[in-house]
């Protein structure tokens, strides 16, 4: 079994500055690796998939890295509208614990 | 617009039964493999189970095989969830889910549509 993990567990950060969330996997996965944001109360949004690329409507400001075991979402120019909690899922199997994005 | 909308969520004692279903609409639902994924109270995501578009493949997390099934029906475009010998740690949101992709490996394009979950509470 492929065990994801996500860190940090918490990100605090400003509108306006970078976020940098990292997954790793326990074995490759090529780059078969998803990102997905979730907001309280709702259903998850695909983000990006196969690593680097973005979903339908996603903003630019988004972007995804890696190969293998590491893979990087990175969003710039923080907006309000970012800060939620963010999980990987590798192929169509387990997710990571996740990773929130708050506003420090 | 596509769109997945999930309904029997209850409350069930420890050891009964539910069957969760979800409609899927706005896309031809044959071409799709479909997922369950759950979300316990306060808790990070779980995938449950996936199937195929024809049915031909299914898969389970662990945790479920042998206690759950999941199977669809493409002429009625839904996927069922048969959950029996319900445990406490079952309690949970659960989420249908639509792949992108009509081909394999069906999962590279991601899950882009989910339906916004029926919730399923075990406790005595």
């Known amino acids: 079994e492929i065990v994801l993990t996500q860190s940090p567990a918490i990100l605090s950060l400003s509108p306006g500055e970078t976020a940098t969330l990292s997954c790793r996997a326990s074995?490759?996965?090529?780059?078969?690796l998803a990102w997905y944001q979730q907001k309280p109360g709702q259903p998850p949004r695909l983000i990006m998939y196969?690593?680097?690329n973005r979903a339908t409507g996603i903003s630019s400001r988004f972007s995804g890295s890696g190969s293998g075991t590491d893979f990087t979402l990175t969003i710039t120019d923080l907006e309000p509208d970012d800060f939620a909690v963010y999980y990987c899922?590798?192929?169509?199997?387990?997710f990571g614990p996740g990773t929130k994005l708050e506003i420090k | 617009e596509m769109q997945l909308v999930e309904s029997g969520g209850d409350l069930v004692q420890p050891g009964g039964s539910l069957r969760l279903t979800c409609a899927g609409s706005?896309?031809?639902?044959?071409?799709?493999?479909m997922s369950w994924v759950r979300q316990a109270p306060g808790k990070g995501l779980e995938w449950v189970a996936n199937?195929?578009?024809?049915?031909?493949?299914?898969f389970y997390v662990d945790s479920v095989k042998g206690r759950f099934t999941i199977s669809r029906d493409n002429a009625k475009s839904s996927v069922f969830l048969e959950m029996n010998s319900l445990r406490v740690e079952d309690t949970a949101v659960y989420y249908c889910?639509?792949?992108?992709?009509?081909?394999?490996?069906?999962?590279?394009?991601?899950?882009?549509?989910w339906g916004h979950g029926t919730t399923v509470t075990v406790s005595s």
């Open positions: 899922q590798q192929r169509s199997n387990n």
């Open positions: 196969s690593a680097f």
């Open positions: 706005g896309f031809t639902f044959a071409d799709y493999s």
């Open positions: 889910v639509k792949w992108s992709g009509t081909r394999d490996p069906y999962y590279y394009y991601g899950a882009d549509v």
């Open positions: 199937i195929k578009q024809d049915g031909s493949e299914k």
């Open positions: 074995q490759s996965v090529t780059r078969y």
